[in-house]
């Protein structure tokens, strides 16, 4: 069971959160939503890795 990959089921739930948000708040309280969750973002990166690095989250691998 630890082999599940979280990231695509996350980005998901953020996805559908975002759509319900833009389909009955309007433009505002999306636009809001989506900026505090870049917000949690950064802050649990900083709170995992004590650091902000985001080279991990390129699509373009060396």
Do not use: C, D, H, Y
């Not at 309280?29 to 902000?52: M, N, Q, S």
């Amino acid at each position: 069971m630890n082999n599940i990959q979280w990231t695509p089921l996350i980005g998901m739930a953020v996805g559908i959160i975002l759509g319900l948000v833009g389909a009955f708040g309007g433009l505002g309280p999306f636009l809001l939503v989506l900026v505090l969750g870049a917000l949690g973002f950064l802050v649990g990166r900083i709170a995992e890795t004590g650091e902000v690095n985001l080279s991990g989250l390129s699509l373009r691998r060396k």
